[in-house]
């Protein structure tokens, strides 16, 4: 087999990637470890940024998310009883679109279909090889077959434990780290959400989260210990604890039923360098992951992405290779600006188990100050929305 670019991973970067090279008819193979309905059947994230939104445009794919989507012009900050609203339309003109990754996903993978676009399922040893030379090519199993495609390039879109990122060889990648000292757990359920807009909640006994997929399914997530498992949780307990961590006027008006996803994930910061290494470059979770926070992990993705097409799009169309050798500088400098907020606001709300009196006057102190100043709030504001690409 013969392709252009060889994408590794079929999650949301690796099908956005396709979408958008098939429409400048750049040919592609997706080659994917599981099966549709896994990559479809894992809840990760519902906040799209306005980037995230145009590139789906772009990718011809953003019929049912213009029709189901929901836009938030703004979001809910509490801590103990008190709340404060920061509005993004009116400090950025522009707003962030609730529709699940899980939509994305299927939408991008039924447009991929419908276009005959190459993707493998079930792919097993996966294994990029010459990607420091002009003629790579990447070998794998299939249905019990060794199969090989060479082409010009390797886009590694295979998420944090994927091969791409550790085919960089070691003297090369640089790699930074933070882990967290707790976890969060998630339900989905088909409730109403409790309120119109997210709340993100400080307090006492830890971080909550009231999010939402539509006007009948509700996310919600309790920031726990990194030793819990989802068996340590009952239905009733999560919603005991949610209750006493929003405040009062949410707590007594919350929903609630039995959960048909529940889950826990670890936190984490984390990011590789150089995104680029020959002719492979890295997209995605396979090159950063962020605490989930800031709603930055889809979105970082999807700004990769957006670097990376344009970069092939001009080798291709205008034979340049500036935007390939400036991809990885490009998406770097964005990335860390994501990774600082995603940090920055899992400082400000969460629980630290080290932390002293000290540390939590200053975290009062920060959401104080947030609450009293526009300017403060409009930073907030333009990191949530998206930086610009
Ligand atoms: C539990 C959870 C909750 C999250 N919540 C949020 C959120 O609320 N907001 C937010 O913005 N982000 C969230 N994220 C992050 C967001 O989901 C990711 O940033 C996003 O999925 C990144 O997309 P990706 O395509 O780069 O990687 P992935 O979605 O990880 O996709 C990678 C794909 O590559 C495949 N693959 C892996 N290894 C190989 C291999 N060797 N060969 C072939 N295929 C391979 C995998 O099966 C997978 O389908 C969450 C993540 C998790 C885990």
Redesign the pocket.
Known sequence: MRAQVVI???????LLLSQLLLRRGIDTVV????TRD??LG??????LETGMVSLMRKAGIADRMDREGIIHESTVLSFDDQEFSINFTEHTGTHVMIYG?TEVTRDLYDAREAAGGRIIYN?EN?VINDADTDKPFVT?DVGGATQQIDCDFVAG???????SRRTIPHGVRREYEKVYPFGWL?ILSETPPVNDELIYANSARGFALC?MRNANLSRYYVQCQLEDTPDDWSDQRFWDELRSRIPEKYADTLITGPSIEK?I?PLRSFVTEPMRWGRLFL????AH??P?TG???????ASDVHYLYHGLMQYYEEADPEGIDRYSERALARVWKAERFSWWMTTLLHRFPDQTAFDLKIQRADLEFLRANREAQSVLAQNYVGLPY
Not at 42 to 47: E, H, L, N, S, T
Not at 157 to 163: E, K, L, P, Q, S
Not at 295 to 301: F, I, M, Q, R, V
């Open positions: 590794i991973g079929g999650g949301p970067s690796g080659l994917e470890r599981k896994y990559v894992r809840i990760r994230a519902g906040v990754q792919v996966v794998f879109c295979d998420g944090f434990h994927g091969v998630g999010s889950s994930a997209c995605g979770d396979a992951i962020v989930p709603a930055k992990g889809l979105n970082t993705a």
